[in-house]
């Protein structure tokens, strides 16, 4: 299923920051791959954010920057500006998505077909999915809802992840236990998403390294990028 595994492990990190590039470091040094989410039209923009009661930094590489960073990765659609879609008329949903996805394809130097919900929340529904799926050149789409589960499903374009790596970090590292002792003659998919910048909030980038290293190297697990486990090379 998985050039020819059964099993398969993918990342997806969101709003393109200057995290993004400890991060990457990390994947490369275990073989492991992953899937950023960009706004292009906040590209080298410095701001911060406030989480969990502490200030983390949220800066956005410049546009000239994003295709060495992402180089061996994916670089799929989040939108122009991050707005929340179930809010927007169909001509701003068209414009937010196929223009991001228009312009990163152009910095990235291939496609772009991936994209991911922003803001938090109940950030997306079935009429946005809908126009996407039919008005965009998008071919999957990521929610923030968690499945806890290794089951495929159906319908990319309300795709579920497993897990969250900061909400839910406990969790994130016991279903890797589980998915690195897992037996199955069934396809199974692995599949974590965040944003850099919460490493920063509990310092937690030592504790996720350990984690790659517990999940790397494994020779029945296929370490794909998104559009890679989805089929959508």
């Given at each position: 299923?998985?050039?020819?595994?059964?099993?398969?492990?993918?990342?997806s990190?969101?709003?393109?920051?200057?995290?993004?590039?400890?991060?990457?470091?990390?994947?490369?040094?275990?073989?492991?791959?992953?899937?950023?989410?960009?706004?292009?039209?906040?590209?080298?923009?410095?701001?911060?954010?406030?989480?969990?009661?502490v200030?983390?930094?949220?800066?956005?590489?410049?546009?000239?920057?994003?295709?060495?960073?992402?180089?061996?990765?994916?670089?799929?659609?989040?939108?122009?500006?991050?707005?929340?879609?179930?809010?927007?008329?169909?001509?701003?949903?068209?414009?937010?998505?196929?223009?991001?996805?228009?312009?990163?394809?152009?910095?990235?130097?291939?496609?772009?077909?991936?994209f991911?919900?922003?803001?938090?929340?109940?950030?997306?529904?079935s009429r946005?999915?809908?126009?996407?799926?039919?008005?965009t050149?998008?071919?999957?789409?990521?929610?923030?809802?968690?499945?806890?589960?290794?089951?495929?499903?159906?319908?990319?374009?309300?795709?579920?992840?497993?897990?969250?790596?900061?909400?839910?970090?406990?969790?994130?590292?016991?279903?890797?236990?589980?998915?690195?002792?897992?037996?199955?003659?069934?396809?199974k998919?692995?599949?974590?998403?965040?944003?850099?910048?919460?490493?920063?909030?509990?310092?937690?980038?030592?504790?996720?390294?350990?984690?790659?290293?517990?999940?790397?190297?494994?020779?029945?697990?296929?370490?794909?990028?998104?559009?890679?486990?989805?089929?959508?090379?």
């Amino acid at each position: 299923m998985f050039n020819g595994k059964m099993k398969a492990l993918t990342f997806s990190y969101d709003d393109g920051v200057t995290q993004d590039k400890r991060l990457i470091e990390i994947f490369n040094r275990y073989g492991l791959k992953c899937t950023f989410n960009l706004n292009s039209g906040l590209l080298g923009t410095a701001n911060s954010l406030i989480r969990e009661g502490v200030t983390v930094a949220h800066c956005k590489p410049g546009a000239d920057e994003i295709r060495g960073i992402y180089q061996g990765h994916e670089i799929a659609a989040h939108t122009l500006t991050h707005p929340l879609l179930t809010k927007l008329s169909e001509e701003e949903i068209i414009h937010q998505v196929e223009n991001d996805r228009l312009r990163l394809s152009e910095l990235a130097g291939y496609e772009v077909v991936g994209f991911a919900y922003p803001c938090g929340g109940a950030n997306y529904d079935s009429r946005v999915s809908g126009i996407i799926r039919e008005k965009t050149g998008i071919k999957y789409c990521r929610t923030i809802v968690s499945s806890h589960s290794f089951d495929l499903q159906e319908n990319l374009f309300e795709f579920k992840p497993t897990v969250s790596h900061h909400s839910e970090f406990g969790e994130m590292l016991e279903l890797g236990r589980r998915f690195v002792e897992l037996k199955t003659d069934t396809p199974k998919l692995f599949y974590i998403w965040g944003h850099s910048y919460e490493f920063d909030i509990f310092n937690r980038w030592g504790e996720f390294e350990e984690f790659c290293r517990l999940i790397s190297g494994r020779e029945d697990i296929f370490y794909g990028t998104n559009r890679e486990v989805f089929g959508c090379v």
